[in-house]
């Protein structure tokens, strides 16, 4: 039984360009959520989506990021233009959605480290 | 919006020691409180949780306790062992539909041999 998949592992931009990253959900989980970890802080919340559908973008900035969660494919989390402040790791939860206590539980991937020269 | 502190932010123990981390919680209407620990280079893995209408849960040396009058909850791991050795992170939400996790800072565990 996979887990959360995350790829890249490690991406290298050079300012300016475009970081695509992908996150596979658990098998059975149709809920996932992206968080940013800088250096040696706490996750911060991004954004949560279903299929088809962001439900809560509250902690994604305004410009250059964007997310989405294809019917088919993984969630892809894009960052055009990007800047050095963007370096941080980025990890992908999935859950099932369901609203049952136990369903709730969050998963991580093993997340991906972008670095921006 | 939630709020979640947590310390201390660096534990070391002796190995066989007991080791606890503190987090206190700013919005009452939070309902759930994951622990998760993270190992370098990995995501965070869940270790335990515990709802609102729960005060305490044990997982073999692994137990959660939640006072709700006083916001706060706790993470207690008994007889310490080196591969307990990792950054432990305590989070609320309230669970409703989805399940937006609020994090703390972190707190390192090391655990000396």
């Known amino acids: 039984n996979a887990g959360v998949m995350q790829n890249p592992r490690h991406l290298v931009r050079r300012r300016g360009q475009e970081a695509r990253l992908r996150c596979s959900p658990m098998k059975g989980h149709s809920h996932v959520y992206w968080y940013r970890q800088l250096p040696e802080e706490g996750l911060k919340f991004m954004v949560y989506?279903?299929?088809?559908?962001?439900?809560?973008e509250s902690g994604m900035p305004k410009e250059r990021f964007s997310a989405e969660f294809p019917k088919e494919g993984p969630s892809i989390l894009r960052i055009q233009q990007v800047v050095r402040g963007d370096s941080a790791a980025y990890f992908c939860?999935?859950?099932?959605?369901?609203?049952?206590?136990?369903?709730?539980?969050?998963?991580f991937g093993s997340g991906t480290q972008l670095s921006v020269l | 919006g939630e709020n979640v502190e947590q310390h201390p932010s660096t534990l070391s123990v002796q190995e066989g020691d007991s080791a606890v981390i503190k987090c206190t919680y700013s919005?009452?209407?939070?309902?759930?409180f994951p622990w998760y620990k993270q190992e370098l280079g990995k995501g965070p893995q869940l270790i335990i949780d515990?709802?609102?209408?729960?005060g305490e849960k044990k997982d073999q040396r692994i137990a959660v306790t939640l006072n709700k009058t006083a916001k706060h909850f706790s993470l207690h791991i008994t007889e310490t062992q080196p591969e307990d050795s990792a950054v432990y992170f305590c989070?609320?939400?309230?669970?409703?539909?989805?399940?937006?996790?609020?994090f703390g800072a972190g707190t390192i565990l090391r655990v000396k041999s």
């Open positions: 919005d009452s209407a939070s309902n759930y």
């Open positions: 989506l279903q299929k088809e559908n962001i439900i809560d």
């Open positions: 989070a609320a939400s309230i669970m409703e539909y989805g399940n937006k996790l609020v």
């Open positions: 515990i709802r609102s209408n729960v």
């Open positions: 939860a999935s859950s099932t959605g369901s609203r049952s206590a136990t369903n709730e539980k969050l998963f």
